[in-house]
């Protein structure tokens, strides 16, 4: 939820040596489609671990993601003086474990800083209203001539601009179904509140 708060984003698929069957390209296009800076690494092969650098260098980063998809692992490569605590991969699930259990900020020896976090399994969307959600699908604002103006939640209305462009490909459907799924959250956190 980066886009709530105005923070710049850049999505870094981790691990693209383990990809076999290019789900790595369906996700990044996915992203990439929706206006994401998308770049896959991989600390086995040193798949570009130069342009993360660079995305870093200089600037005050946080490193944020499901637990155990390698953000420490990462981190570890990025600067060899940081001995972060790395779990082991399950060769089940293909991810390490929880390892990370604080928040710790971390001086890069090329300029700038990174914030290493525990990881999540989960988005916390008690603050968000249904109808502030589309705010933050970047991808939503070209279509923002919606018919339905800003009040429309571009799921049931009839020829909604966002269910027009997903229809077109110009919106990809996973993102439109992301978005339906955490408007629903959304709803049912609403309903246990009021």
Do not use: W
């Not at 489609?33 to 991989?42: A, R, T």
């Not at 103006?149 to 799921?155: L, N, T």
């Amino acid at each position: 939820m980066a886009e709530k708060e105005n923070l710049e984003t850049v999505i870094i698929l981790t691990k693209a040596d383990l990809d076999d069957n290019d789900t790595l390209e369906t996700v990044k296009n996915i992203y990439e489609l929706s206006g994401y800076k998308v770049i896959p690494v991989s600390n086995i092969t040193k798949l570009n671990i130069d342009k993360v650098k660079e995305e870093l260098k200089e600037n005050v980063v946080v490193f944020a993601g499901p637990s155990g998809v390698g953000k420490s692992s990462l981190l570890n490569e990025i600067d060899e003086n940081f001995k972060l605590q790395t779990g082991v991969v399950s060769d089940k699930i293909k991810r390490g474990k929880h390892t990370t259990r604080h928040a710790e900020l971390l001086k890069l020896e090329f300029g700038g800083m990174v914030a290493d976090t525990p990881g999540f399994s989960s988005l916390a969307l008690e603050d968000i209203e249904e109808v502030e959600l589309k705010d933050y699908f970047i991808e939503f604002d070209k279509f923002n001539d919606c018919k339905f103006g800003s009040k429309c939640i571009h799921e049931n209305e009839p020829n909604c601009a966002i269910k027009e462009a997903v229809t077109n490909g110009e919106i990809s459907k996973e993102r439109y179904d992301s978005y339906i799924q955490l408007l629903h959250e959304i709803r049912q956190n609403n309903s246990r509140r009021y």
